[in-house]
């Protein structure tokens, strides 16, 4: 199935090229290119993605000019613009821009015959349109939704390690902390782009500091889930009760005994079973 912003990057470069030629740009690739490699998953990444692509070109077309003026065309000259604009993108973390600084420098190089100065702004315009024709699209044909996606891998996320305790308590299955863990990272990556959103709001509020906890008590509840993989099952009977009373699972308990084993392990069951009464209790578990 062709993603949203397969599509959107396709319809960006079909609009780049239509403008291209009603502004009878002379060089529609730089448009086509500057749409292409701003089309981002997030509307504030895409703008500041676009931002610093924008500011790459700007260097790149002035090393470009800086350079052909001292010897158009020198192989050894392009080489070591080539390393400075590497250098100069790594140190401002414009990782993104380098492509387009170095193709934008390139295609300075290479010129000739032609106004440097004029050929460098062109270059810079050309590529500017791209960008801001991405980033109109981005916004106004289907905007990424990442609140929504972030109640479902939340809910995912929170019934997964509910589902994982409860058929280790009644069977004798290990529990997946590797699928937890891996779900644990994708709810994270995903919240780092929500939050970078422009949108800010109370909603928005209540949802970051939802999903703040959560992060925080499944990664309790992983860490926990790999100690007690490797001890011996014993339930305490204050144990059970308290699973029976927060998560409706009913276990059978183990004689009581005093063995520093028995309590590290009651212990560790103890704290999954408040830390997943807590997350199901969450305004984002509950309203979604």
């Not at 239509?18 to 990444?45: C, D, K, W």
């Not at 801001?132 to 939704?145: D, L, M």
């Not at 800010?200 to 309790?220: A, G, S």
Request: net charge neutral; no cysteine; charged share 20%.
């Amino acid at each position: 199935m062709v993603g949203m912003r397969t599509i959107k990057t396709a319809i960006a470069v079909m609009i780049s090229i239509i403008v291209s030629m009603r502004l009878n740009v002379n060089y529609p690739l730089f448009v086509t290119i500057g749409a292409i490699v701003s089309m981002q998953s997030s509307l504030n990444e895409s703008f500041q993605s676009g931002l610093n692509r924008i500011l790459g070109t700007i260097v790149g077309a002035v090393i470009g000019i800086i350079f052909f003026n001292i010897s158009p065309n020198n192989i050894v000259l392009t080489g070591l613009g080539i390393i400075l604009l590497i250098t100069i993108n790594n140190k401002m973390n414009w990782s993104k821009s380098l492509v387009i600084s170095l193709i934008v420098f390139s295609s300075i190089m290479m010129s000739y015959g032609q106004d440097v100065v004029l050929n460098s702004a062109l270059r810079v315009i050309d590529t500017t349109l791209g960008i801001i024709i991405a980033f109109v699209i981005n916004t106004v044909i289907s905007p990424p939704k990442h609140e929504e996606k972030i109640y479902i891998n939340a809910v995912e996320l929170i019934d997964s390690a509910y589902l994982e305790f409860k058929s280790y308590l009644l069977s004798d299955t290990e529990l997946n902390v590797k699928d937890i863990q891996e779900k644990l990272e994708a709810l994270s990556q995903l919240f780092d782009i929500y939050k970078s959103e422009f949108i800010q709001n109370e909603k928005k509020i209540l949802v970051e500091k939802d999903v703040m906890r959560i992060l925080f008590l499944m990664d309790e509840v992983a860490h926990n889930f790999s100690i007690i993989n490797s001890m011996k099952k014993e339930i305490s009977s204050k144990n059970a009760l308290g699973i029976y009373n927060k998560l409706n699972i009913k276990v059978n308990e183990s004689p009581e005994n005093d063995t520093e084993d028995f309590l590290v392990y009651n212990y560790h069951i103890k704290i999954i079973t408040n830390d997943i009464s807590k997350m199901k209790k969450l305004e984002i578990y509950r309203y979604s």
